[in-house]
């Protein structure tokens, strides 16, 4: 089984910055696209940031150039910098990665995992 655990969130003044992290832990044999997702209050779940096994990137519009998605194979994390964060960035933030790892029984198998989900807010 695959868990995501996610840190870094908090209150923020806008203009300021906060790095996003989330940790896979499990018996894993490779991970796809991993990516960040948010919700605001009252709004749908929205795709942020992505960052392919290749490491290319994609950002929403409303993000682009503000954030900057990353990962590190070798400790399957991948992390969010925030930047020149506005007040409608508050959301709770999710990672969320796909991939195969090997289940109970020793065999691969695919894994669609959640992170817990970390609130941002952006407020004076």
């Known amino acids: 089984q695959v868990q995501l655990v996610e840190s870094g969130g908090g209150l923020v003044q806008p203009g300021g910055s906060l790095r996003l992290s989330c940790a896979a832990s499990?018996?894993?044999?490779?991970?796809?696209?991993m990516e960040w997702y948010r919700q605001a209050p009252g709004k749908q779940r929205e795709l942020v940031a992505v960052?392919?096994?290749?490491?290319?990137?994609n950002y929403a519009d409303s993000v682009k150039g503000r954030f900057t998605v990353s990962r590190d194979n070798a400790k399957n994390t991948v992390s969010l910098q925030m930047n020149s964060l506005k007040p409608e960035d508050t959301a709770v933030y999710y990672c969320?990665?796909?991939?195969?790892?090997?289940?109970?029984?020793?065999?691969?198998?695919?894994?669609?995992?959640w992170g817990q989900g970390t609130q941002v807010t952006v407020s004076s």
């Open positions: 960052v392919t096994i290749g490491s290319r990137t």
């Open positions: 499990g018996r894993m044999f490779g991970i796809n696209d």
């Open positions: 969320h990665v796909q991939g195969i790892a090997y289940s109970a029984d020793g065999r691969p198998r695919s894994f669609d995992a």
